[in-house]
């Protein structure tokens, strides 16, 4: 079974957003999903080439990516935790991937059509990965 990491471009410097994060990948860890904070700062460059080399598959959030809904996402989550291998889901740093990047030919998720701060990025993506979770175990956590 694959495994499933966020990983994050730096860590959130703000206290709400990190009270968070850390609630929902709480909640994730007994799910088997990891969360990896670069706090580095690795240039954009190396935090995308860090990534490349990681076995499995890396999807960046973009906001030029695949829009799917919460029930799609489910459905993709389901078919990563059945493959054999890791899916990494990298948020970018705070400017946002260059088309450079982009151009690495990794697949690519939009949280949404609009424009979030980076650390509110992160919080979302963990908690739509989690909700994904719960939709796949028919938890009352999702109300369509």
């Known amino acids: 079974m694959g495994r499933v ?49 990681l076995s499995g598959t890396l999807v960046l959030l973009d906001e030029a990516g695949e829009h799917l809904t919460s029930e799609a996402l489910a459905d993709r989550l389901k078919g ?34 609009m424009t979030f701060p980076h650390e509110l990025a992160a919080v979302m993506l963990a908690e739509q990965v989690y909700r994904a979770h719960e939709i796949l175990r028919g938890s009352a956590y999702h109300k369509p």
């Not at 990190?18 to 909640?27: E, G, K, Q």
């Open 5 to 53: 990491t966020l990983h994050l471009h730096g860590a959130p410097k703000n206290r709400a957003a990190r009270t968070m994060l850390s609630t929902y990948t709480d909640r994730l860890k007994s799910q088997g999903v990891g969360l990896v904070v670069h706090s580095d700062k690795r240039t954009t460059k190396a935090y995308i080439d860090h990534l490349s080399a």
């Open 80 to 113: 990563w935790r059945m493959s054999a291998q890791d899916i990494h889901l990298a948020i970018g740093p705070a400017e946002g991937w260059k088309d450079d990047e982009r151009r690495y030919g990794h697949q690519r998720l939009s949280l949404s059509l």
